[in-house]
């Protein structure tokens, strides 16, 4: 099958491919007649270049999204194709490179070799047995590895001539700069229902019944699904299950350092390198100078930096004497400390906590009760598993086992019930009519089984359904309309002559916002109608019942003169160069396209595939 075939441009070496799939899925060569998958020209692209080029690429996908990918997977992302026109396009270079007689010497190729990393032994340099190992590794000799770096370098060569033109004016990157910093004064007030001049009435049946039709997206009901299920959660049996005195005994005393507490203070320390340094702080703050809050700021510390928090005796070492026989807040010191002489300001004491072993029963026992009812339930798994394998429904797990039964029409705004559990949502967002049901375990320790009995079409709700919400979209939709209006006649009074301030209004002034800003209190197309708009123009916007009266105050334009505009002129300029020279590459590269014969081997393609993990 011959086609011509154009592609855009992803620059890749083959021979960055190989190192990075030095650690892939395990490439083979594949033999006899299927030895290409395509050919550009007298380029082939080999069945081994098309197999590693679409392994790395999954194998990104894996790295950037931490999800493992199957090739099935893969073709569901167009993978790939992506991989072999990224082939195909590298095959055409490396034909026009040898049709123009750019060639890479033999001391060229020898450099890149040598200053490749996944050549080098444990002391940083190239090693040559390293280097053959590797390539025995991956099923390539050094004379084809060889060849390979030398058309890169070839086609590297052919890229650079191509883009080494590519130049931004001054006038072009000056544009950008002055659109993307100018920046907007307005000034905007926002009318919402209470500022309505006449209130919106009541709506009439045929009112209502004309905006539920006009409007059915609002009050569609989405796909539905009809479950049945059956679920176990510790709460359904743990007031069934008793708990022995030993063992919450045992449980107490693993915690006895939450239910008994020494008394604790809340404590700062600020340590100083010598007794003598302590006693000058400790002087200045009885003679009333400084306070203690000013020699922490002296010490270019800040509060946080000296807070221990709430300590006990314990903590404290040999200043835990001083702190605790303090009765009040105070301060005390110089006294010793691991870290040196310290002052210590005591700011609260936490009184000593004590709770008894039956004054926690309740709580142990329902927690002990609780775990043991996980643990019961996560050994009920294999028998439910046992009685789905023998065909049982929900009625059936109901009767052999604790589990309870249940059906419910979910769909996505559906969040009672079972339906508040994130696995049972994710279950029945996949789960079809016929699915075998499968054990789905809940974040709680509970698990549930579900079957899906119907799959319901969107529909449109009754009107007397959703009556409410129909009256208040008509009301919202109503009081917007009027709001609009409404801010229409002011607009024009201020026209006329009337000033903006006059108005019984509740005016917002915003200085130099920019392009990207976001206005508190605003509708979305605020700051790009702001843009749009000249000095001294009013536009008027509405949204979700409000409308909004917005006047453009002036026009700055961007400091030209900033430290930092040379600065993002030259980012700018780097960018655009980037950019445009992409696209000259990808214009080449079209045209060589349009000009060469692209030939696919489907059957070597599809041999490839089956293959791929």
């Known amino acids: ?21 030095l650690a892939g899925f395990g490439v083979t060569n594949f033999g006899g007649s299927l030895n290409s998958v395509a050919t550009v020209e007298d380029v082939e692209v080999t ?16 790295r950037q999204t931490g999800q493992q990918m199957s090739f099935q997977q893969a073709q569901m992302l167009g993978i790939d194709r992506i991989a072999l026109s990224q082939l195909i396009t590298e095959a055409t270079l490396k034909s026009e490179s040898a049709k123009a007689g750019i060639s890479a010497g033999d001391e060229n190729v020898s450099r890149e070799i040598v200053e490749a990393g996944a050549f080098r032994n444990n002391a940083g340099e190239f090693d040559r047995e390293v280097y053959e190992l590797t390539l025995r590794q991956n099923g390539v000799n050094a004379s084809e590895f060889e060849d390979r770096v030398r058309n890169d370098i070839s086609v590297g060569l052919l890229r650079s001539a191509v883009q080494a033109g590519v130049r931004t004016s001054d006038v072009f990157v000056d544009t950008l700069y002055d659109y993307e910093f100018e920046s907007r004064d307005v000034t905007w007030a926002r009318l919402t229902a209470e500022d309505l001049i006449v209130p919106v009435s009541e709506p009439t049946d ?10 059915p997206e609002r009050f569609t009901r989405p796909e539905t699904k009809a479950i049945d299920y059956a679920w176990l959660v510790p709460d359904m049996i743990v007031d069934t299950l008793e708990v022995d005195d030993a063992q919450l005994r045992a449980l107490y005393e693993g915690r006895i350092d939450l239910y008994q507490q020494p008394e604790r203070r809340l404590v700062e320390r600020l340590v100083f390198a010598t007794e003598a340094e302590a006693q000058a702080a400790r002087d200045r703050l009885d003679a009333g100078d400084v306070t203690f809050d000013d020699l922490v700021a002296e010490r270019g510390l800040s509060l946080s930096d000296v807070d221990l928090g709430d300590v006990a005796a314990t903590d404290l070492g040999p200043a ?6 303090l009765v009040e807040p105070g301060l005390v010191g110089p006294t010793p400390s691991d870290l040196g002489p310290a002052l210590f300001r005591m700011n609260g004491i936490l009184a000593a906590q004590e709770t008894t072993f039956e004054d926690a029963r309740a709580e142990l026992a329902t927690e002990a009760a ?100 129909v009256a208040d979209g008509w009301a919202r939709a109503e009081t917007e309309l009027a709001l609009a209006a409404q801010a229409e006649a002011l607009a024009a009074e201020i026209e006329g002559g009337r000033e903006m301030a006059a108005l019984d209004l509740n005016l917002q002034m915003d200085r ?28 008027v916007l509405s949204a979700d019942g409000d409308a909004w009266l917005l006047r453009l105050d ?42 060469k014969t692209v030939e696919f081997n489907d059957a070597a393609i599809n041999a490839v595939n089956t293959q791929l993990p």
């Open 1 to 21: 099958m011959a086609k011509k075939k154009g592609s855009n441009t992803v620059t890749m070496l083959i021979m960055l491919l190989l190192i990075a799939g």
């Open 47 to 62: 069945t081994t270049d098309y197999a590693r080029a679409v392994e790395t690429r999954m194998r990104d996908f894996q």
């Open 206 to 215: 045929a009112q209502l019944a004309t905006h539920h039709e006009a409007n």
């Open 320 to 325: 835990s004497d001083d702190v605790f026989a």
């Open 370 to 469: 609780s775990d043991r009812a996980r643990r019961i339930i996560v050994d009920a798994i294999p028998q439910v598993e046992d009685l789905l394998a023998a065909g049982a429904d929900m009625s059936v797990l109901a009767e052999s086992t604790d589990m309870e039964e249940g059906s419910i029409e979910w769909n996505t705004e559906v969040f009672d019930g079972i339906a508040a559990y994130d696995a049972f949502r994710a279950a029945a967002a996949t789960a079809s009519p016929g699915g075998f049901p499968e054990v789905i375990e809940l974040d709680d320790g509970g698990i549930v089984v579900l079957t899906v009995t119907e799959v319901i079409a969107p529909e449109l709700r009754p009107l007397d359904e959703v009556r409410e919400e």
């Open 512 to 539: 130099e916002i920019t392009r990207d800003a976001f206005i508190e209190g605003t509708p979305p197309d605020f700051t790009e109608t702001v843009f749009a708009l000249e000095v001294d123009d009013f536009r």
């Open 554 to 595: 002036a026009i700055n334009t961007a400091n030209a003169e900033a430290t930092e505009a040379q600065l993002i002129k030259a980012q700018f300029t780097a960018q655009a160069s980037q950019d445009l020279g992409q696209a000259l590459m990808a214009a080449y590269t079209q045209a060589l396209l349009n000009d």
